[in-house]
């Protein structure tokens, strides 16, 4: 049994995942699927159908598969603005929980008619995470509400933040190898190209030497997409290159640690939240059955 074990289910661990992006607030249905990646998630796509896998996984998991909230269509309207994401109450523990796990919504499973023997070790599992919560707390002098509520926003913009610096050095790194090859064909095609003007354009020439051209043409194009006002010889983009990919690596180990701190930060705050709701309906509750007697 998953629950027994404390494993959540593929979906679960895939809807849990797709929380925590939609948390970054991602602007697009690609950047959604992207932070999935990072998340160490693969992104299958068939045609108009998206599916999710992971290592260990048999079969992957499609979005239509997961419920309200988490369909294509409502992560489509997410991202738009349509509508609000709410999470599903997570019911069993992180795929891949750090030192403090999610809380056991119990009623839920009570609802679900998980039996009595389930309950019992979902109490004490909750016992045992409420503990170490607390624990953590404690250790990281988070004992104010508010600490706790600007430590976890703190490290999830540290993780945005090394994020939006890994991507920019990708998309800088994708440009310099675009450019790299156009500047060698501009230059293996210029003479040509400059005897063609010379030639007045001719249509006899450009038979004669039509590759070359277009290669010089477009070359021409794709600086002026690149605004390349000054074109850099190929020595200082490989020297740009190289910086680019030691700067990356540094940022994606650095990525890593922000990553784990940011969801071990977000599960604590997850159970003080849940633990503070519980505190909060069981007055309520105690006057319901009161009234009820």
């Not at 349509?82 to 009570?110: C, F, G, M, W, Y």
Request: aromatic share 6%; glycine share 6%; proline share 2%.
């Amino acid at each position: 049994m998953a629950g027994r074990c404390g494993k959540a289910s593929h979906k679960e661990q895939l809807r849990q995942a797709i929380d925590r992006a939609l948390a970054q607030k991602p602007a697009s249905l690609e950047e959604l699927l992207r932070l999935l990646e990072q998340d160490g998630f693969t992104v299958h796509r068939r045609g108009k159908t998206i599916s999710i896998g992971a290592e260990g996984w048999g079969n992957n998991v499609r979005f239509d598969r997961l419920g309200d909230g988490y369909t294509l269509d409502d992560l489509l309207a997410v991202l738009s603005g349509q509508k609000e994401h709410t999470p599903r109450k997570q019911a069993v523990p992180q795929a891949a929980p750090s030192k403090v796990n999610l809380l056991v919504d119990i009623q839920a499973k009570l609802q679900a008619r998980k039996g009595a023997g389930y309950v019992r070790w979902a109490k004490v599992f909750n016992l045992k995470q409420i503990a170490q919560t607390l624990n953590y707390l404690s250790e990281h002098g988070l004992l104010d509400y508010a600490d706790l509520e600007a430590k976890t926003a703190e490290a999830t913009a540290r993780y945005n933040a090394l994020s939006d610096q890994i991507k920019a050095a990708e998309k800088r790194m994708a440009e310099i190898a675009v450019l790299r090859t156009h500047i060698v064909n501009y230059a293996k095609t210029r003479e040509t190209y400059v005897a063609y003007r010379k030639a007045g354009y001719s249509k006899k020439f450009r038979q004669e030497h039509e590759e070359e051209i277009l290669l010089h043409q477009a070359a021409k194009e794709a600086f002026n997409e690149l605004n390349v006002k000054k074109l850099a010889t190929i020595k200082e983009l490989q020297t740009e290159y190289a910086q680019l990919l030691a700067d990356k690596k540094k940022a994606y180990g650095e990525y890593r640690q922000a990553r784990a701190a940011m969801r071990e930060l977000l599960t604590v705050k997850n159970n003080v939240d849940r633990v503070l709701a519980m505190e909060q309906t069981e007055p309520q509750q105690k006057e319901k059955d009161h009234g009820q007697r």
